[in-house]
């Protein structure tokens, strides 16, 4: 088996996309049932070697078009589709892989305003911040949490239907046991979107 690398695509893209109008062959998840499901809690450390272009190609392709099939995916990175196939269990088993989903479009489902909340506590020890982090997990609308190091403690990313809405969820926020201060940016409109690990120079 000859595998060309220099044909290997020059690519970036987003993850997960979801057609439903799609007239091609069944996917990939539907060949094989297992990518159907996240695979997190059965990903193992890594002890093989380094990734290949190869397998750079064909993480950067799923993470475009998850949906696309084994056949096809194979076409793309110019490989037959039993070893490509060999090589998506290889990933997901070491962890590179986590889970297979769609983007959703969140204005249609009535999440089209996103505001950005910075969260700063009264006291810097682990039982403040587990207790926050417990708390976050409850509130729905809060789509990321990240603990940052600057003026605040924690930045979190609100996905809501409206201002009221807003108020709501940063009212339950405020009332985290040990939050101090906040401070909330409003997007107003996205420059650019976020396309996926840029693994492919």
């Known amino acids: ?99 297979y989903g769609a983007k959703l479009n969140a204005a249609k489902l009535n999440f089209g305003l996103t505001a950005y909340v910075e969260v700063g506590l009264d006291k810097s020890t682990s039982e403040a911040f587990d207790k926050f982090a417990q708390e976050v997990q409850k509130i729905k609308q809060i789509a990321e949490c990240d603990m940052v190091a600057g003026g605040f403690d924690y930045l979190l990313k609100i996905r809501i239907s409206s201002m009221a809405e807003y108020r709501s969820v940063l009212g339950e926020v405020v009332d985290i046991p040990g939050v101090a201060k906040n401070h909330t ?3 107003i409109e996205k420059i650019k979107e976020d396309k996926g690990l840029p693994i492919i120079e």
């Open 185 to 187: 940016y409003v997007v």
């Open 1 to 99: 088996m000859l595998v060309n690398f220099g044909e290997l695509p020059q690519i970036s893209g987003i993850w997960g996309i979801y057609s439903v109008e799609s007239t091609e062959k069944p996917h990939f998840a539907q060949l094989c049932p297992i990518l159907t499901m996240s695979i997190t809690n059965n990903a193992k450390p890594s002890k093989s070697r380094p990734l290949d272009k190869i397998d750079l190609a064909i993480l950067d392709a799923l993470q475009r078009n998850s949906r696309i099939s084994n056949v096809n995916l194979a076409k793309e990175i110019n490989l037959s589709a039993s070893p490509c196939l060999d090589r998506v269990k290889r990933l997901e088993q070491e962890g590179y892989i986590e889970r």
